[in-house]
């Protein structure tokens, strides 16, 4: 049985999020693709950047709070990937962000012409780096995605954070022309590190901002936040997601898209 | 290669200060002195695993030498006798295992990855520990380390060996130096020996994807001490 997501057929509703795994080279050194049906590599910005100062992790009671500020070594360096990502047997969606309207149309137009990229997620809510939190805006959000939307023929899902009203975030993407949103990225918070914050801790604010969004919004989702176990995946897939994001789990069990999609099959088929 | 193992606790008891977990894994494997393993924390609350270096290699038994700091060490003190944990790794560089007189510095739990590089060294091997006062040690396991070598102690209220810090009674008469302990520590080794030190931080992935453990190095880069570590030439980070 194959998963639509925006015409795309994904062998499980299961995508690694962008981050933890990186761009996939060293997992995917250890790991197969076994239970995922879609990756989206860690962001990826028109210059490279450094990412912030250490320390950048910080456990709390059920979460983890991060701030590793978008480090990644710029389009150019990420297009040597190419091996890698056609040699998955699963489709790989790109994860961009941009400082600028300028950068996101470049990123788009660069990303464009690479037929073993099936969409873009568009990073507007990194809760790490300065200046760049295009999600606190609506009109900010309508003008990135229609940026990227003018040069980049493919799927987008426009990446939010988590905010009060999410309609109000939510309809400027759709405006713009994305095709999907993923929800949410992490939320902001602050311990002896501020960052953002992922896991157990952060799930039921997300399922209450999917419940009030349910009988609003037709778009394609991509839920994220706190995905552990297959009634995780459920819960998200009957609010109405076409795919569910795993992050933080993977720190708890790198195999754990394999061990939920195995959970998973066994509530599908009662 | 890393790999999720399955643990299967042998001893898991106090030894002085510290703790001494004994798992079997049912395969024998290859590790590098200074390599870590990452062992889930089977508590929800608890999201990520946390990461012990490896005390000794005996077979198919993984041992590893923990002081209990927090939720996750105080939940892995309290699992017994065959309690299944899941283990991954073995992870990061490791040290490097050179000919000639080695001084292997431990300070406090640092002291952990030091006996298996020990054992592996073989030859010339002093190893120089050091802890806040003599409890921090029992006698079995100071026997364990000079089993293996020349042994010195040293306590900074002097109840047991000498009185003060390692890094006051290091000399010049090595080829190379290794050490672990707190960064204090490390930062104080002021010799002109090369010196490897291991880096304690906490970890996430644990395979370098993630960018979450990064150390800044003396020339203002950042390197993952999962990946490009944990062991580094001290000279690249103090």
């Known amino acids: 049985m194959g998963w639509d997501l925006c015409g795309i057929e994904l062998k499980t509703p299961l995508v690694a999020a962008s981050g933890p795994l990186g761009w996939g080279e060293e997992f995917f050194e250890i790991?197969?693709?076994?239970?995922?049906?879609?990756?989206?590599?860690?962001?990826?910005?028109?210059?490279?950047?450094?990412?912030?100062?250490?320390?950048?992790?910080?456990?709390?009671?059920?979460?983890?709070?991060?701030?590793?500020?978008?480090?990644?070594?710029?389009?150019?360096?990420?297009?040597?990937?190419?091996?890698?990502?056609?040699?998955?047997?699963?489709?790989?969606?790109?994860?961009?962000?941009?400082?600028?309207?300028?950068?996101?149309?470049?990123l788009g137009e660069i990303i464009n012409n690479l037929d073993y990229i099936v969409g873009?997620?568009?990073?507007?809510?990194?809760?790490?780096?300065?200046?760049?939190?295009?999600?606190?805006?609506?009109?900010?959000?309508?003008?990135?995605?229609?940026?990227?939307?003018?040069v980049y023929n493919k799927l987008i899902f426009v990446k939010l954070a988590p905010k009060d009203n999410p309609v109000l975030y939510?309809?400027?993407?759709?405006?713009?022309?994305?095709?999907?949103?993923?929800?949410?990225?992490?939320?902001?918070?602050?311990?002896?590190?501020?960052?953002?914050?992922?896991?157990?801790?952060?799930?039921?604010?997300?399922?209450?901002?999917?419940?009030?969004?349910?009988?609003?919004?037709?778009?394609?989702?991509?839920?994220?936040?706190?995905?552990?176990?297959?009634?995780?995946?459920?819960?998200?897939l009957n609010l109405g997601a076409s795919a569910v994001q795993i992050g933080t789990a993977f720190f708890k069990d790198p195999d754990i898209a394999e061990k939920i999609w195995n959970e998973l099959n066994v509530f599908l088929k009662s | 290669m890393p790999k999720i193992y399955k643990g299967n606790i042998i001893e898991n008891k106090p030894i002085g200060g510290l703790f001494l977990l004994t798992v079997s894994i049912e395969e024998e494997i290859s590790v590098n002195p200074g390599q870590f393993f990452l062992i889930r924390i089977d508590r929800?609350?608890?999201?990520?695993?946390?990461?012990?270096?490896?005390?000794?290699?005996?077979?198919?038994?993984?041992?590893?030498?923990?002081?209990?700091?927090?939720?996750?060490?105080?939940?892995?003190?309290?699992r017994r006798v065959g309690y299944t944990l899941n283990i991954f790794g073995p992870l990061g560089n490791g040290f490097s295992l050179c000919q000639g007189k080695s001084l292997l510095v431990g300070g406090g739990s640092g002291m952990a990855p030091l006996y298996y590089l020990g054992k592996r060294l073989r030859e010339g091997i002093k190893f120089l520990l050091g802890a806040q006062t003599k409890d921090f040690w029992d006698d079995d396991l100071l026997l364990k380390y000079s089993n293996v070598g020349e042994i010195e102690v040293i306590t900074e209220d002097g109840s047991l060996g000498k009185k003060g810090l390692v890094t006051e009674y290091i000399d010049?008469?090595?080829?190379?130096?290794?050490?672990?302990?707190?960064?204090?520590?490390?930062?104080?080794?002021?010799?002109?020996?090369?010196?490897?030190?291991?880096?304690?931080?906490?970890?996430?992935?644990?395979?370098?994807?993630?960018?979450?453990?990064?150390?800044?190095?003396?020339?203002?880069?950042?390197?993952?001490?999962?990946?490009?570590?944990?062991?580094?030439?001290?000279?690249?980070?103090?």
């Open chain 1, 31 to 106: 790991f197969s693709t076994k239970g995922l049906g879609l990756f989206i590599p860690k962001t990826v910005t028109f210059n490279p950047k450094i990412g912030n100062p250490p320390p950048r992790i910080e456990e709390t009671i059920g979460g983890l709070i991060n701030s590793i500020g978008l480090e990644n070594d710029g389009i150019y360096k990420w297009l040597k990937l190419e091996p890698l990502y056609r040699s998955l047997d699963i489709p790989v969606m790109a994860s961009i962000a941009g400082s600028t309207l300028d950068e996101i149309s470049r």
């Open chain 1, 120 to 150: 873009i997620e568009l990073n507007l809510s990194c809760p790490n780096v300065k200046g760049e939190n295009w999600s606190n805006n609506p009109n900010s959000i309508f003008e990135a995605t229609e940026s990227l939307r003018k």
């Open chain 1, 170 to 236: 939510i309809k400027p993407a759709i405006d713009g022309g994305t095709d999907g949103l993923t929800l949410f990225n992490t939320f902001p918070a602050s311990r002896t590190i501020n960052g953002g914050l992922s896991g157990y801790a952060i799930r039921p604010i997300y399922v209450r901002l999917l419940k009030e969004i349910k009988d609003k919004i037709n778009i394609p989702i991509m839920a994220s936040g706190g995905v552990f176990s297959a009634s995780d995946v459920l819960e998200y």
């Open chain 2, 44 to 78: 929800e609350d608890i999201v990520l695993r946390r990461a012990f270096s490896i005390f000794d290699v005996n077979g198919d038994r993984l041992s590893f030498l923990y002081r209990v700091v927090g939720r996750g060490t105080k939940w892995l003190s309290e």
């Open chain 2, 172 to 238: 010049t008469g090595y080829d190379r130096i290794y050490a672990c302990g707190p960064v204090e520590m490390l930062k104080n080794i002021r010799v002109d020996i090369p010196t490897e030190i291991s880096l304690e931080t906490i970890i996430a992935c644990g395979f370098g994807a993630c960018r979450g453990c990064v150390v800044e190095t003396k020339n203002g880069e950042y390197k993952r001490v999962c990946k490009d570590g944990p062991v580094f030439d001290l000279k690249e980070i103090f």
